[in-house]
């Protein structure tokens, strides 16, 4: 990835639409998670280390129990974040076994390398809050991007 921007905007689609090849295009192979949920909505492991684990948790566990998961990033990184990156984020998703919302936000810090390749060496997640709502708000809630 050659950019904080192109690295953010692959995870978000790897994550959200289930590909977890795309991962590669944005961490280092030994990159380090690190998970802070401020609720019982939602688990998560605390920390995981390298791809593989990142491509476990965050995309192919993650599509196992969400789809319609539409993820916004509240601010868009620039070459002055070329080796950090923090941002707040929006999410809005539903759960396959009940079709139950879930809408949460929360904080990424994004550490990037200092090479050409600007891969993703750590990331800290926070999740604030995430709020569930009933199956049957899904088509009021959910808006046809």
Not at 3 to 22: H, I, T
Not at 77 to 96: D, I, Q, Y
Request: aromatic share 12%; glycine share 4%; with cysteine.
């Amino acid at each position: 990835m050659p950019s904080p921007y192109e690295a953010v905007s692959a995870y978000f689609c790897a994550k959200d639409g289930n590909r977890p090849f795309l991962m590669r295009r944005v961490f280092a192979d030994d990159v380090q998670l690190e998970m802070i949920v401020k609720t019982e909505a939602i688990s998560f492991p605390s920390s995981a280390n390298g791809l593989a684990a990142i491509e476990e948790i965050l995309s192919r566990r993650f599509a196992n129990d969400c789809e319609n998961v539409y993820s916004f990033c509240l601010a868009r990184p620039t070459e002055a974040n070329r080796r950090h990156f923090p941002c707040h984020w929006l999410v809005g998703m539903s759960a396959k076994n009940n079709g139950a919302i879930r809408v949460g936000s929360g904080r990424y810090d994004w550490y990037f390398s200092s090479d050409a390749r600007c891969l993703v060496e750590k990331l800290i997640i926070t999740i604030d809050e995430m709020e569930i709502l009933p199956a049957k708000e899904l088509d009021r809630i959910m808006l046809d991007y």
